[in-house]
């Protein structure tokens, strides 16, 4: 793969995007997205006048043209909370724009003229979901459950050569063409619907969390940003019961004499065989089973690709984790999460500050941080709910559609539907449902074989070439919140990106996300495929790690990524785990290679390549 990295040359601004040429081989690649994704030739002033950073913490791959669902809905319905919802005063939305196959963000300034007639509305809208908080959560739980079971409840399958009989003398009056294009429609509603339950919470979680982290600046102007996330720590999170599942399994399968089975978990249903035969495996099917669903809607990916794979799809990486588990107990290590170490140095923090503090402030003090703690969770709990289990049933039925197609001819291999935009994939099912009603062949197989593959050339070259960090000028100060506190967007970051920061040769400077200092060689992976390349004592650091990395946190000594802030799921995760993390380092898995010495600082966000 070649690289773009930012020079070390001090420089004012990035590139503009319409001064950068695509990788050879992926010309015409701007033909693959929709006009309102791109940076149009007649918008340049517009364009270029604006601020961008790549999301690669969320998009690290390049995106096919149907995977823009993803960040069409979230980041749409991340706008629509700040900007229309809560009313948020500081914080609109986001623009977003795809460029050269990868995810570019620019957030959307509040007129501050605006922002003290939003003030009012935000408090009464936000207070009372802060007030009615656990109601309210437990309400979003049964809507999104609900909306989890009408995508699973959708079928996808080939047309039959005629109506049912039955069908016919019942009156029904309908053919399953109908609800074939029902279901592609309902499909893709119903996505949008999870994506906005996705962030009615969210957005609350990260305010009162900036409420506690700006009083908390203010009060103790010297305090550490990692002093203040310490001090919501060691919660009882959902998003860690899929690992947490994947440990007990391992556990049970070393009491119940199980643990030679796992020498070679490759063939899952070989392994699920001797496991379910062996007299002593009740207990674990058992388990294995009871795990399923939902713990196991769970990807190793982030589940905004449709190649991400769920362990309840491919039980061969579940396995696989449980079998390096195995190994760590025979090597007596300790593989569980101690959450009561988190909560005790949690609480020694919180006391210590809170002693410097009497009267009013002490009491404004307890009550930010009490709210804080309450709303924490769901920060991470939501990621499970949306991205891994919703997302998991949506790929599953969407990825079943692409089969029926593929059957008909429509495309060369079973998931080539990716390629096609979603209004695209409307058209080649309303193709195939005509040819079906007429009795006349579609016109698809002869059209969209040769342009998938047309267009599977032009992803592939789009992959070969790293996106910029950022592009044009960036502006004079960062403030929007959800910049700095999720992607680690800081002042201090975009001068280092741009060879302006005072960095010694041989070091990367990034977020301070999770205390500690680790050494160690380092191991660069760019996707979830890699992991089992990850080795005892590495250093692990890619463009962005996901919280379903988990049963490799045991393995490695630290972590260091491209992008990410205090509030990343990365630095979550690391703090949880009580790992050491520098997060938004930029361009940390291209300058680093595997194999490198490391030292990794996260309490002053410094990487030293040490040879």
């Known amino acids: 793969m070649s690289t773009t990295t930012v020079s070390a040359t001090t420089r004012s601004s990035?590139?503009?995007?319409?001064?950068?040429?695509?990788?050879?081989?992926?010309?015409?690649?701007?033909?693959?997205?929709?006009?309102?994704?791109?940076?149009?030739?007649?918008?340049?002033e517009t364009e270029e006048a604006k601020f961008?950073?790549?999301?690669?913490?969320?998009?690290?791959?390049v995106t096919k043209p149907f995977e823009t669902i993803g960040f069409e809905f979230a980041v749409g319905c991340l706008g629509q909370y700040n900007s229309r919802q809560l009313l948020i005063p500081t914080a609109n939305g986001i623009e977003y724009r795809i460029h050269?196959?990868?995810?570019?963000?620019?957030?959307?300034?509040?007129?501050?003229?605006?922002?003290?007639?939003?003030?009012?509305?935000?408090?009464?809208?936000?207070?009372?979901?802060?007030?009615n908080w656990p109601s309210l959560l437990e309400n979003w739980h049964g809507k999104l459950r609900?909306?989890?079971?009408?995508?699973?409840?959708?079928?996808?399958?080939?047309?039959?050569?005629?109506?049912?009989?039955?069908?016919?003398l019942s009156g029904k009056g309908l053919g399953p063409a109908t609800d074939l294009s029902e279901n592609y429609d309902r499909l893709i509603s119903l996505a949008y619907r999870a994506w906005q339950y996705h962030f009615e919470f969210l957005n609350l979680g990260y305010v009162a969390y900036l409420d506690l982290f700006m009083f908390c600046k203010e009060v103790f102007p010297r305090i550490p940003d990692q002093a203040i996330a310490t001090?919501?720590?060691?919660?009882?999170?959902?998003?860690?019961?899929p690992d947490d599942e994947l440990k007990k399994l391992a556990k049970i399968a070393v009491r119940d004499g199980l643990a030679d089975l796992f020498a070679d978990t490759s063939d899952a249903a070989s392994t699920l065989a001797a496991i379910t035969a062996h007299p002593s495996g009740a207990a674990w099917r058992q388990a294995w089973d009871a795990a399923q669903d939902p713990w196991f809607n769970f990807t190793t990916g982030n589940g905004f690709y449709a190649h991400d794979e769920y362990w309840r799809d491919n039980p061969a990486t579940p396995l696989a984790f449980i079998a390096g588990y195995i190994q760590r107990l025979a090597e007596g290590h300790d593989i569980d999460r101690h959450v009561d170490e988190l909560v005790a140095e949690r609480d020694?923090?919180?006391?210590?500050?809170a002693a410097l503090l009497d009267g009013d402030a002490l009491d404004s003090f307890r009550g930010k941080l009490e709210l804080a703690r309450t709303v924490y969770p769901y920060v991470e709990n939501h990621n499970f709910y949306i991205e891994h289990w919703t997302m998991g049933v949506f790929w599953r039925k969407a990825r079943q559609l692409s089969e029926v197609l593929h059957g008909a001819g429509f495309w060369p291999r079973p998931h080539d539907m990716f390629y096609l935009r979603r209004d695209e994939v409307r058209e080649a099912l309303f193709d195939y449902v005509n040819g079906w009603m007429v009795g006349a062949p579609a016109i698809g197989p002869d059209y969209w074989p040769a342009e998938v593959e047309r267009r599977r050339g032009i992803v592939d070259a789009l992959a070969t070439a790293r996106p910029q960090p950022a592009l044009n000028t960036p502006p004079a100060v960062i403030t929007e919140p959800f910049t700095l506190m999720l992607w680690g967007i800081t002042d201090d970051q975009i001068q280092n990106w741009l060879g302006a920061g005072d960095v010694p040769e041989g070091t990367l400077k990034g977020m301070a996300a999770s205390p500690g200092v680790a050494e160690g060689p380092a191991r660069v992976i760019a996707t979830a495929d890699q992991l089992s390349e990850v080795q005892e004592g590495e250093i692990l650091v890619a463009p962005v790690t996901a919280p379903s990395w988990g049963p490799i946190f045991g393995r490695i000594k630290a972590t260091v990524t491209d992008i990410g802030g205090m509030m990343s799921h990365a630095a979550i995760v690391c703090r949880e785990y009580g790992m050491p993390a520098v997060t938004g380092t930029g361009t940390a898995s291209v300058e680093i290679t595997t194999g490198q010495r490391l030292r990794v600082d996260g309490n002053?966000?410094?990487v030293t390549i040490l040879d």
């Open 604 to 606: 002053t966000g410094t």
């Open 146 to 168: 609900a909306t989890i079971a009408e995508l699973e409840s959708l079928e996808f399958a080939p047309l039959p050569d005629a109506i049912p009989v039955d069908d016919v």
């Open 52 to 61: 961008w950073f790549c999301d690669s913490q969320h998009w690290p791959t």
């Open 348 to 353: 020694r923090i919180t006391d210590e500050y």
């Open 14 to 44: 990035f590139p503009s995007p319409y001064e950068q040429q695509a990788p050879a081989g992926a010309e015409g690649w701007k033909d693959l997205y929709a006009y309102h994704l791109i940076f149009q030739d007649h918008r340049r």
């Open 231 to 241: 001090m919501v720590q060691g919660v009882d999170m959902e998003l860690f019961r």
């Open 100 to 131: 050269n196959g990868y995810v570019f963000m620019s957030p959307v300034a509040v007129d501050p003229a605006d922002i003290e007639a939003r003030v009012p509305q935000f408090m009464q809208r936000a207070g009372h979901y802060f007030q």
